[in-house]
């Protein structure tokens, strides 16, 4: 019949003959006490080399220095747990990477002392450490790749809108002598006269393409290029382009009302003419023909960004072009000249800065366009 062991001595067994995690116990001041076999396989350490010893000789030298032991004892005590993955150190001094455990005991209530079990997870950190660094390596790769696809397409869009420049100005010109002809031998009928505007009207919109090719090439330079330290004031920048927009002839006049609560803005100043151009222009061309043109133009401060609002009461966006919004070359009205590109600029530049875009639209009743920069003054 085999000998009776009490629970408790069943349970010391048990954990004493773990070898895989170091486990002892300490007093209140974090002095081993008990320890288990698994402390000599995983530190290195003799039971009269450990017992009776302060626990911080377990911690990197750096550690110690901080005085680390103990933080982590007033940490298990004040949450019930302290718990954690970090580097510990073996007799030797070589260290290894280790899940702990620290968790202070009691009895009848009272703060008796910590149990702590540490374990060797030196191998899998490696594994996960050979896998983010293979991971870097073809994010690297991937980012060279693109860098590489980038530069050909700007390769691409300088020759496209170099190249056809030309041509296309020389079918510009073929097509005024040809209309001086037509009119000279008196066979410029509305019928052919037609024909000659449609080829016009086409080689207008090839420039106008050639010219927001050109754009976009300057635009990817720019983003390039380190942000700019330019303070700009938001007030003095409206007022310089309200003085070059020209409003189409066919549309009403827009009555603008501004509320600058933050007028000073750390960004580059081309690049936010051009986003604040955008805008306000778009405004003016997607005007109601129903009602008067009202458009409000305000900043303010909200947590780390100055939020550049532009609201209108214009023609409005339906639910799904706003899903298109900021396509290149996407149109959504015909009866006001463009090619598109301008919000997917202002996008562009704004994300590239560390800002964001944001709209609300409503078809016939308006929109408004909250732009989002970086407040860093």
């Not at 019949?1 to 001595?9: A, L, S």
């Not at 009776?52 to 103990?70: I, R, V």
């Not at 720019?222 to 938001?234: A, C, H, Q, Y």
């Not at 933050?262 to 805008?279: A, G, P, Q």
Request: hydrophobic share 35%; net charge negative; aromatic share 10%.
């Amino acid at each position: 019949m085999h000998q009776q062991h009490t629970p408790d001595k069943i349970n010391s067994y048990f954990i004493e003959q773990i070898k895989d995690y170091a486990i002892f116990a300490m007093d209140t001041e974090g002095i081993i006490t008990t320890w288990n076999k698994g402390v000599e396989q995983l530190k290195g350490y003799k039971e009269n080399e450990f017992v009776g010893e302060f626990y911080g000789m377990l911690f990197p030298d750096e550690y110690q220095q901080a005085d680390m032991p103990k933080v982590e004892l007033k940490s298990a005590l004040e949450d019930g747990l302290y718990e954690t993955k970090d580097w510990r150190m073996r007799k030797d001094g070589s260290l290894f990477w280790a899940t702990i455990k620290l968790t202070p005991i009691y009895e009848n209530e009272k703060h008796i002392g910590f149990t702590k079990i540490t374990g060797d997870i030196t191998e899998q950190k490696e594994l996960q450490d050979k896998l983010a660094e293979r991971q870097q390596s073809v994010l690297e790769l991937k980012n060279t790749e693109l860098e590489r696809i980038n530069l050909d397409l700007d390769t691409f869009i300088y020759t496209a809108s170099h190249d056809l420049h030309s041509p296309i100005l020389n079918i510009e010109g073929l097509m005024s002598i040809l209309k001086n002809e037509l009119e000279a031998a008196d066979a410029l009928n509305s019928a052919t006269e037609e024909i000659v505007q449609h080829v016009v009207d086409s080689v207008n919109r090839f420039k106008r393409t050639i010219a927001d090719l050109t754009e976009i090439n300057r635009m990817q330079k720019g983003l390039s290029e380190n942000p700019s330290d330019e303070v700009i004031t938001i007030k003095e920048v409206y007022e310089e382009i309200m003085a070059d927009l020209h409003k189409p002839a066919n549309l009403k006049d827009c009555f603008i009302h501004t509320d600058f609560q933050v007028n000073i803005l750390k960004f580059s100043r081309k690049n936010f003419r051009s986003i604040l151009y955008n805008l306000l222009s778009n405004a003016i061309k997607f005007q109601s023909p129903d009602r008067e043109c009202i458009i409000t133009l305000s900043s303010r401060l909200e947590e780390h960004y100055v939020v550049l609002s532009i609201r209108d009461n214009g023609m409005g966006i339906n639910g799904r072009q706003q899903k298109e919004l900021y396509t290149m070359f996407k149109r959504f009205h015909s009866h006001a000249e463009g090619t598109g590109i301008g919000l997917y600029m202002v996008k562009r530049i704004l994300e590239n800065a560390g800002g964001k875009i944001e709209v609300e639209s409503e078809e016939d009743k308006g929109t408004e366009f909250r732009l989002y920069f970086p407040a860093e003054v």
